[in-house]
């Protein structure tokens, strides 16, 4: 682990402590200093967060829920940090990597533009 790494799950820890003593009062300032805590613990360190993750199941909930509101591309760090993955989000992490990469060369956009139009010729 480098010292930048060091000192980012240093902050984000900081983050974290300061968001949980700052949540009691009446202005939540506390809540968006956790996330953004736990955001950067996870993407620097997901093995930490799933640590953390495991032992307080409460944590583990509020995660959960949080990656079923956001979009895809925002938690990927959160799934990776997950210590108790479902089985439909490993079998889409798994569609996801075998996922056939998309047409490079314009021979192949021509034959899947010839496709597209024999099917919409079919149709009409």
């Known amino acids: 682990m480098t010292v930048f790494k060091i000192i980012l799950v240093i ?26 805590g736990f955001l950067i613990l996870a993407t620097v360190s997901p093995a930490t967060l799933r640590f953390v993750r495991r032992h307080w199941g409460w944590l583990d909930r509020r995660l959960k829920w949080l990656q079923r509101k956001l979009p895809r591309w925002m938690t990927r760090s959160l799934r990776k940090s997950d210590p108790h993955p479902d089985e439909e989000e490993k079998e889409k992490e798994e569609d996801e990597e075998t996922e056939p990469a998309a047409p490079s060369d ?19």
């Not at 983050?15 to 968006?32: E, K, Q």
């Not at 314009?106 to 009409?124: G, Q």
């Open 11 to 36: 902050f984000a820890f900081i983050l974290i402590f300061v968001g949980v003593l700052t949540a009691i009062t009446p202005v939540p300032f506390g809540l968006p200093l956790v996330l953004i």
């Open 106 to 124: 314009s021979a192949s956009r021509a034959r899947n533009a010839e496709n597209l139009a024999d099917i919409l010729r079919r149709r009409a």
